[in-house]
């Protein structure tokens, strides 16, 4: 983390200098109509002013032509910026599908982390450089955001949902991370560090943490200590599907609907079953709303997932 | 409606000729100003309560600046900050900024531009200003009571469910506050169609009544929302109804979808009758035609309408679908088309005018260049990639401020300076003026401008405390309040003064064109002593200066032939 004051921030994604390119593309926009605008301002307020009482210009009405001129070199000033920025937005959002997922939960007023190797950490994030991660966020109680300025990215941490964000770290180093989403009293010390280490070492401080059970691990405790793997077993035949291999695909609602199973399908799934009911099923499947927290059922998810990997 | 009654004139007949007669020495008394159906004498209660409410929240400011001058949290406890700027934004954009171009200068000038004796609905404009009242009475009971730590967008689920004090009380208030500006719109909507003088036609009309009839379109559509939105929250809050909180089975983006629907068109109510007095006081000042009057005209609606489509750009960070998020970027900066169209042609009327800078047009010039500033790093924020990484930091703070303080409040002073002599029949000192007009220009860039650069640096708002590097721009950005305070002092003092011992103005002290101009300063108590007939067009600057006959005067000038 710099202590030290800076102009500009530091880039340490890949995402930085994308959009510190279209940053600077904006600055000298900018610049270039303001000064544009005052020069003209001024040369007019000069030549033009007022040297009798009596003057009475002639009228001008306008000009059609000059109308034209300044509405439309902006418009395509606009939609070429509009461009530029929807381009890399549309990358932010697009995670690579080799990305390290990382599990983040918001709470009043802290940030509980958690690696799919099943270390956990608070207000801190370790992170490998020039290696693609996930971030799978939620929040416990109200709506946070998840910002890296040196990343130049950062994505809000809704309740009762998953979002994600994704990133490149390029530069090792310690980097702030903030709470940008106003949460209450203790906001702006919502805070901690982003950590980019070299493999090796991350690889390293991976193995000296705490727990030794990962995610998955974890996850398939769970199944097994809720009692869902009573109903879902991991062939069909069970009171309820099963699980295997369902994440990523299709699958037919009682409706007749055919939805996607992601991460906010399986969230709706265990916390509110009678939402959507998959066909040929009854609507057995108790409620867990408020039975188990947001880093069990992350462990959940994880454990669903790995059920679709190995094949 | 007695649009074209030109003889009617009623029990006040007799003060007619009398031309000492005005309508702030026709009656006095406290009641005759607090039951008063005059349009004037209620742009001034509105004057002078948004200045109370300009106070508070200033005061919210001042607080704010001060705390941030270190990085550590020693003035104010956490949650007490968390209540200024609270505070600070509500008093400042819902009782503030909200009406004081419409209600002061919309209430006072509007009727008499177009050649009316009074708005539409005397008795509506009367009760809008005691629905502000009530309102804003509900919001600093909430203030004093135990104040509000929600920030002025409320954001679910922290307003419903987790945040303490009297949040809904202070959302009751503002939910009450919507009807005065609803009633407002109503008011000056039917007034600019109903009231019209004769020979007003569309046309003829000055811009700044394009600009407040765009404006009161915008009120009427959109403060009901949010009326609605607050009203939402205050049912979870009370009786546990899940809307937002997702606890309750709500869903919290909901709330941001509807207060930015109505939030961001109240960006265009607060800059937008700016917008048309710029267009005013730059005609004036440059003794010319605005260049392009029907495009300035045209480019009020289309902002209007295009503002009411283009709320999710607040929202690129909530995970809202990419595709929504390009159309709302996209739609975004359509809107900088019509801004930009606005800047090119005030800056093409002063071409081969009769340019003076007196105090109105210095503000008009301030005005120019914070809104420019203010609307280019809207592109920044409308342009996708560059608003993830901005999105709450102080970069919007400084945005919102350049469009907002920079642009609405010097449009806001520029009027009030270029009215102030109709409103009151007093000059002020011009010197002071002037100073007041260049502290404020110069106080308010060293205030916000490093904010850009805070913000881009990732220094998030609504931060209490914050690492040790942001010091230096943060202790900038104080002693740039400091001077912008004494900025506003020496204007307060100047336009108090003149009320003391400011030179008569006369009708018409800047050679300015425009029915208002024509009459008495201050106005009779109906405006006008006859229905004028209107044979001119807006901005004909290029005619000779014309008063309307006062009976039994001997002055024989009819309204100008164009
Ligand atoms: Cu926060
Ligand atoms: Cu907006």
């Keep these: 983390m710099s202590k030290d004051f800076q102009l500009h921030p530091d880039l340490a994604s890949t995402f930085a200098w994308q959009v510190d390119s279209i940053y600077f593309l904006l600055i000298a926009l900018s610049v270039l109509f303001t000064v544009g605008v005052f020069t003209v301002l001024i040369i007019f307020s000069v030549k033009y002013r007022r040297r009798s009482d009596d003057e009475r210009p002639k009228p001008i009405h306008g000009s059609t032509a000059l109308e034209l001129a300044w509405s439309i070199i902006p418009l395509f000033i606009a939609i070429g910026v509009f461009t530029l920025g929807a381009e890399v937005y549309f990358r932010m959002y697009r995670p690579p599908a080799d990305a390290i997922e990382i599990f983040v939960v918001g709470k009043q007023w802290m940030w509980k982390i958690q690696h799919p190797e099943g270390v956990r950490e608070i207000n801190e994030l370790h992170i490998p450089v020039n290696q693609p991660v996930k971030l799978t966020m939620t929040s416990e109680d109200v709506i946070h955001a998840f910002s890296v300025p040196a990343f130049r990215t950062k994505r809000d941490v809704v309740p009762g949902r998953y979002t994600t964000m994704w990133f490149e770290a390029n530069q090792t180093g310690e980097y702030h991370l903030f709470c940008a989403e106003y949460c209450g009293t203790q906001h702006s010390t919502m805070t901690g560090r982003v950590i980019v280490m070299e493999v090796d070492a991350y690889q390293q401080w991976l193995g000296g943490g705490v727990s030794g059970e990962s995610m998955v691990d974890a996850g398939a405790r769970q199944f097994v200590q809720l009692g869902c793997a009573t109903c879902h077993k991991a062939e069909s035949g069970g009171r309820g599907p099963s699980l295997v291999g369902i994440f990523g695909g299709p699958v037919q609602l009682a409706t007749g609907e055919?939805?996607?199973?992601?991460?906010?399908?399986?969230?709706?799934?265990?916390?509110?079953?009678?939402?959507?009911?998959?066909?040929?099923?009854?609507?057995?499947?108790?409620?867990?709303?408020?039975?188990?927290?947001?880093?069990?059922?992350?462990?959940?998810?994880?454990?669903?997932?790995?059920?679709?990997?190995?094949? | 409606m007695t649009t074209t009654s030109t003889t009617e004139a009623p029990s006040a007949s007799g003060h007619l000729a009398d031309p000492d007669v005005n309508y702030l020495n026709n009656e006095y008394g406290i009641k005759s100003w607090l039951l008063s159906l005059d349009h004037k004498r209620i742009g001034l209660l509105y004057l002078i309560m948004t200045t109370v409410f300009f106070v508070v929240g200033g005061i919210g400011a001042a607080l704010i600046r001060i705390e941030l001058m270190t990085p550590g949290g020693d003035l104010l406890e956490a949650d007490t900050y968390n209540k200024m700027f609270t505070m600070h934004g509500v008093a400042m954009i819902f009782f503030f900024l909200i009406p004081s171009v419409p209600a002061v200068i919309g209430n006072f000038v509007l009727p008499i531009m177009i050649g009316a004796k009074d708005v539409a609905f005397p008795k509506l404009n009367l009760l809008s200003w005691y629905c502000y009242m009530v309102g804003g009475g509900l919001a600093t009971f909430a203030i004093i009571a135990g104040g509000i730590d929600t920030g002025w967008t409320f954001y679910t689920p922290y307003s419903t469910t987790y945040a303490n004090g009297y949040v809904s009380v202070a959302l009751f208030g503002v939910f009450i506050n919507g009807f005065s500006g609803i009633l407002t719109g109503v008011n000056f909507m039917t007034t600019v169609h109903k009231m019209r003088a004769p020979g007003m036609t569309w046309f003829r009309l000055p811009l700044f009544i394009w600009a407040q009839y765009a404006t009161s379109l915008i009120m009427i559509l959109g403060t009901p929302v949010v009326a609605i939105t607050l009203l939402l929250v205050v049912l979870e809050r009370v009786f546990h109804i899940g809307i937002f909180d997702p606890a309750l089975g709500g869903d919290p983006i909901l709330f941001q979808h509807l207060f930015w629907f109505y939030s961001h068109p109240a960006v265009y109510i607060m800059i937008v009758p700016g917008f048309g007095v710029m267009s005013e006081v730059i005609a004036c000042f440059s003794r010319k035609r605005i260049f392009g009057y029907s495009f300035v005209a045209f480019s009020s609606l289309a902002i209007a309408v295009l503002g009411f489509i283009v709320w999710g750009h607040h929202m690129f960070t909530t995970g809202q679908s990419i595709y929504?998020?390009?159309?709302?970027?996209?739609?975004?900066?359509?809107?900088?088309?019509?801004?930009?169209?606005?800047?090119?042609?005030?800056?093409?009327?002063?071409?081969?005018?009769?340019?003076?800078?007196?105090?109105?047009?210095?503000?008009?010039?301030?005005?120019?260049?914070?809104?420019?500033?203010?609307?280019?790093?809207?592109?920044?924020l409308s342009t996708m990639a560059t608003d993830i990484h901005l999105h709450d930091t102080y970069f919007v703070v400084a945005h919102f401020h350049y469009v907002m303080v920079g642009g609405m409040v010097m449009a806001?002073?520029?009027?009030?300076?270029?009215?102030?002599?109709?409103?009151?029949?007093?000059?002020?000192?011009?010197?002071?003026?002037?100073?007041?007009?260049?502290?404020?220009?110069?106080?308010?860039?060293?205030?916000?401008?490093?904010?850009?650069?805070?913000?881009?640096?990732?220094?998030?708002?609504?931060?209490?405390?914050?690492?040790?590097?942001?010091?230096?721009?943060?202790?900038?950005?104080?002693?740039?309040?400091?001077?912008?305070?004494?900025?506003?002092?020496?204007?307060?003092?100047?336009?108090?003064?003149?009320?003391?011992?400011?030179?008569?103005?006369?009708?018409?002290?800047?050679?300015?064109?425009?029915?208002?101009?024509?009459?008495?300063?201050?106005?009779?108590?109906?405006?006008?002593?006859?229905?004028?007939?209107?044979?001119?067009?807006?901005?004909?600057?290029?005619?000779?200066?014309?008063?309307?006959?006062?009976?039994?005067?001997?002055?024989?000038?009819?309204?100008?032939?164009?």
């Design chain 2, 324 to 380: 929504a998020g390009m159309v709302f970027s996209f739609l975004t900066f359509l809107i900088a088309v019509p801004t930009a169209v606005k800047i090119f042609n005030w800056t093409a009327t002063l071409y081969r005018g009769s340019v003076s800078m007196e105090s109105p047009m210095l503000y008009a010039m301030g005005f120019m260049g914070l809104f420019l500033i203010g609307g280019l790093t809207g592109l920044f």
């Design chain 2, 412 to 562: 806001y002073l520029c009027g009030l300076h270029f009215w102030w002599p109709k409103m009151t029949g007093r000059m002020y000192s011009e010197v002071m003026a002037k100073t007041s007009a260049v502290l404020i220009f110069m106080g308010f860039n060293l205030t916000f401008f490093p904010q850009f650069v805070l913000g881009y640096l990732g220094m998030p708002r609504r931060y209490h405390v914050y690492p040790d590097e942001f010091q230096i721009l943060h202790v900038a950005s104080t002693a740039g309040a400091t001077v912008l305070g004494i900025g506003y002092l020496v204007l307060f003092i100047c336009l108090v003064s003149s009320l003391i011992n400011g030179a008569k103005a006369g009708p018409n002290p800047w050679g300015a064109k425009g029915l208002e101009w024509m009459i008495e300063s201050p106005p009779t108590p109906h405006n006008f002593h006859e229905t004028p007939v209107v044979t001119f067009e807006a901005y004909a600057y290029e005619e000779e200066d014309t008063l309307l006959p006062v009976p039994g005067d001997g002055q024989t000038t009819g309204a100008v032939s164009h």
């Design chain 1, 258 to 311: 055919i939805v996607t199973v992601d991460e906010s399908y399986v969230r709706e799934s265990i916390l509110s079953p009678g939402t959507k009911i998959v066909n040929g099923y009854q609507p057995i499947m108790p409620t867990f709303q408020g039975q188990i927290s947001e880093e069990t059922l992350m462990q959940l998810l994880t454990y669903i997932k790995s059920l679709s990997e190995s094949e």
